[in-house]
């Protein structure tokens, strides 16, 4: 079974990623604070957390969300970088690569991890939670 690893979270520090962990023996929702390389991470109100990736679920959104409004945004910003790029071309390339998003152009890869969503496959491998999913009152309780 595949584990989460520094690698999957690292791309989405920048970001105020939020996480479900344990503390104290309850599940609670965290922003990451900081990752390292021994397996150990801190988040933002949260003294002390165990070594080791096994109790954090990144809260992430999964690609099918991904709607019309996201990909022109999307579409806007590939063509400011890119003349070659007109809206349509871009918005067709960003459906085409949905369900592949680490084929997408870097730029675009970067703005999904600001969003927050899923580019490495974590909710469909158990490792991260689909935020779309957890009730509005455990989001609410986390802010």
Not at 9 to 26: F, H, M, N, S, W
Not at 129 to 143: F, P, R, V, W
Request: proline residues 4%; negative net charge.
């Amino acid at each position: 079974m595949e584990t989460l690893k520094l690698h999957h979270i690292a791309p989405y520090l920048p970001y105020e990623l939020k996480c479900q962990t344990v503390d104290r023996g309850e599940v609670v929702i965290s922003e990451l604070n900081a990752a390292y390389s021994d397996n150990s991470y801190t988040f933002m109100n949260i003294v002390e957390s165990e070594k080791g990736f096994d109790d954090i679920k990144p809260l992430l959104k999964p690609m099918s969300a991904l709607n019309i409004s996201y990909v022109a945004e999307l579409a806007r910003y590939v063509t400011t970088l890119d003349e070659k790029y007109t809206i349509e071309i871009a918005m067709r390339m960003i459906e085409e690569r949905k369900s592949k998003p680490l084929n997408m152009p870097y730029v675009i890869v970067q703005i999904l991890l600001q969003w927050h969503f899923v580019v490495f496959g974590l909710i469909d491998k158990g490792l991260a939670k689909n935020i779309l999913e957890l009730e509005t009152e455990t989001l609410i309780e986390a802010q």
